[in-house]
């Protein structure tokens, strides 16, 4: 196809580039943690959306290099935060099955002098299926590091209670299909209640994905949501603040 052909020639370094979307704090209004997340622009096909090219990129093997660009520029990038602001960073499946993807990750954040613990890595069931054994040896690895994980999209995948049973993970994501439609089903209110408490007993921070209202996060925090991202608090951008929430909080 187009793009898999312009994605074997992109010149990743000016091609690609990163957004930034906070997760907030809903008791405070403070950052829990930065979302990173990719940006491909082609000179011919114009901008690619992440889930279109990252698949693709697992098809014709790219997707190592764009991670180690990806995650160079987000290093770079952190460096002029302020540090008490920590961030994520998404894992591909075929970055977690590869031993020497998980070395130069650690090697770097090392060589950065960025403290590990600001530093979550977002992986998917999706990519923990593929090969259970060495994602849980690569997960071990991250946080040994001193660095977090979380679960992303949790719900949508093999939703298996072994991730959460044989894993150490730091954060659980409650993926967005679960909050979507939060104000009216009772279904979708027994799911993420059954999802804090479980958070909760085993002591893993929970984020709830995808809110775009106020009636929303409303439902959300009275169901005891502590953590949450979505269009409500800010869109994914170029640039954000560093600054609290007040006006949806108030
Ligand atoms: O960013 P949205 O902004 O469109 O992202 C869509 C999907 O692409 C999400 O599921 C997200 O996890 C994935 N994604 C975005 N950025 C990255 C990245 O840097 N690496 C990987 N592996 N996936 C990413
Ligand atoms: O799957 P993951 O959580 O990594 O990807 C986040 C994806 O969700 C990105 O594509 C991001 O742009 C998108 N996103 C973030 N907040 C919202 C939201 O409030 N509503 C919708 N529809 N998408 C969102
Ligand atoms: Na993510």
Redesign the pocket.
């Given at each position: 196809s187009r793009i898999e052909q312009g994605l074997r020639q992109a010149d990743l370094e000016t091609e690609l580039s990163l957004v930034f979307q906070p997760v907030y704090n809903l008791a405070t209004g403070d950052i829990y943690s930065v979302e990173?997340?990719?940006r491909w622009n082609n000179p011919e096909l114009g901008f690619v959306?992440?889930?279109v090219f990252?698949p693709m990129a697992e098809k014709t093997g790219r997707v190592n290099d764009l991670?180690r660009t990806?995650f160079n520029r987000l290093l770079a990038e952190v460096a002029t935060w302020p540090e008490h602001i920590g961030f994520s960073?998404?894992?591909?499946a075929h970055?977690l099955a590869i031993s020497d993807m998980m070395n130069w990750l650690i090697a770097r954040i090392e060589q950065s002098g960025i403290a590990p613990k600001r530093i979550t890595f977002?992986v998917t069931e999706t990519a923990i299926l593929r090969d259970f054994d060495a994602a849980r040896h690569h997960i071990d690895r991250l946080r040994q590091c001193g660095a977090r994980v979380a679960l992303?999209?949790f719900g949508i995948g093999f939703s298996s209670l072994r991730y959460i049973h044989e894993l150490d993970i730091d954060c659980l994501k409650i993926d967005r299909s679960f909050i979507t439609p939060i104000v009216t089903n009772p279904r979708s209110q027994s799911i993420v209640k059954t999802v804090f408490d479980m958070c909760e007993n085993f002591g893993i921070d929970c984020v709830v994905e995808g809110v775009e209202t106020a009636e929303q996060c409303d439902v959300l925090r009275h169901f005891g949501a502590r953590y949450a991202q979505g269009y409500l608090f800010a869109r994914?951008a170029a640039k954000f603040s560093f600054d609290p929430l007040v006006s949806v909080l108030a």
């Open positions: 990173a997340l990719a959306p992440p889930d990252f991670t990806l960073f998404n894992l591909s970055d977002e992303d999209d994914p």
